[in-house]
């Protein structure tokens, strides 16, 4: 990122007194990794800084214990630069538990986001495609040209092995490495960051996967697309906590042969959440997102939609999911 995007958003965060920091809904290993990485490295500027978590921190994610605020401040005037990393669009904002941007925050806004249909609804927006959120956050507090704490990088390194799947997913660019480069050589702690976020499933956990693989994994396509639902009985069964689940899809993306794999799961009511990794370039899965409301990545993307069971979101996604292949293919699965 230049000098030029970066100085303004630099010269802000300095002349501030107080600031907020906030990530979307149901935060993942880059929002809680690119937000708490820059409230690490403000703190140690002495800048006073709060971060607002309505959802909490997921375990997985908890690389050290950490204060925050669950409810929006009630003295928001307190706070002259209020920063959204990490959120899409607006409505997954997580500044209160249903989500969205308050219009007591419009006028300070600056959003850091490094997904390609961000619309830049911030008054200040910082957007760049880099591969995480957590490597932009990075080469700004690196512009400061100050030290950064072991506790920042380390934060960094989280957003950015979590969101390039720990270098194995098409984002892994050049840009993305040196960033991982530039992290170990400011004192990032690799070894504690990857016993976190990859060699610490619980065990109960290892145990709902394989019961997810056995009973719940449906096919299409000559196996080449592969779906599991998540139901309350299998996620009561092992008191398993969808917010740690980020995981699992990994489990149907590793099995070979699969090229668009997906996990539908309930979220309340009749919503249901879609959510969809593909394996293969030529069958990207954002326009299908898309065309139903969601967003992501071409390679990893979900939707949110109403359904009545889980036999219909699944019918319904066998269904779209033929969308990605051709006539002849299609003809050749029959
Ligand atoms: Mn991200």
């Given at each position: 990122m230049s000098e030029e995007l970066l100085a303004p958003v630099r010269n802000r965060m300095l002349q501030a007194k107080?600031?907020?920091?906030?990530?979307?809904?149901?935060?993942?290993?880059?929002a809680i990794g690119s937000t708490l990485g820059v409230a690490e490295f403000l703190k140690s500027l002495n800048k006073t800084c709060s971060v607002l978590l309505p959802d909490g921190i997921p375990e997985l994610y908890s690389l050290q214990?950490?204060?925050?605020?669950?409810?929006?401040?009630?003295?928001?005037?307190?706070?002259?630069?209020?920063?959204?990393?990490?959120t899409a669009v607006p409505?997954?904002?997580?500044?209160?538990?249903?989500?969205g941007v308050p219009a007591c925050v419009t006028d300070r806004l600056?959003?850091?986001?490094?997904?390609?249909?961000?619309?830049?609804?911030?008054?200040?927006?910082?957007?760049?495609?880099?591969?995480?959120?957590?490597?932009?956050?990075?080469?700004?507090?690196?512009?400061f040209g100050k030290p950064l704490p072991e506790s920042s990088v380390n934060f960094f390194?989280?957003?950015l092995l979590t969101d390039t799947g720990g270098f194995r997913f098409d984002n892994t660019d050049p840009a993305a490495l040196r960033s991982g480069a530039r992290?170990?050589?400011?004192?990032?702690?690799?070894?504690?960051?990857v016993n976190k976020i990859y060699f610490s499933k619980p065990y109960a956990q290892q145990q709902f996967e394989a019961e997810l693989l056995d009973k719940y994994l449906f096919w299409t396509c000559n196996k080449r697309v592969a779906w599991s639902v998540v139901t309350q009985e299998l996620l009561d069964k092992y008191a398993f906590d969808?917010?740690?689940?980020?995981?699992?899809?990994d489990q149907l993306r590793a099995i070979a042969g699969t090229e668009v794999v997906a996990i539908i799961s309930r979220r309340n009511g009749n919503s249901y959440r879609i959510s969809m990794r593909s394996k293969n370039p030529a069958r990207p899965v954002i326009d299908m997102a898309r065309k139903f409301n969601g967003g992501g990545h071409a390679m990893a993307a979900g939707m949110s939609m109403n359904f009545n069971s889980f036999e219909e979101a699944s019918a319904f996604f066998e269904?779209?999911?033929?969308?990605?292949?051709?006539?002849?293919?299609?003809?050749e699965f029959a």
């Open positions: 107080n600031i907020l920091l906030a990530t979307h809904l149901k935060p993942d290993g880059d214990e950490y204060e925050y605020l669950t409810a929006l401040p009630e003295d928001i005037a307190a706070y002259d630069l209020v920063i959204l990393l990490d409505q997954r904002a997580g500044f209160a538990k249903d989500g600056q959003l850091i986001d490094h997904h390609p249909d961000n619309p830049a609804y911030g008054k200040w927006n910082l957007l760049d495609h880099r591969a995480a959120t957590a490597e932009m956050a990075f080469a700004l507090c690196e512009s390194l989280m957003g992290l170990l050589e400011y004192g990032a702690n690799l070894n504690k960051v969808l917010r740690n689940a980020e995981g699992v899809i269904r779209e999911v033929k969308c990605l292949f051709s006539a002849e293919e299609l003809k």
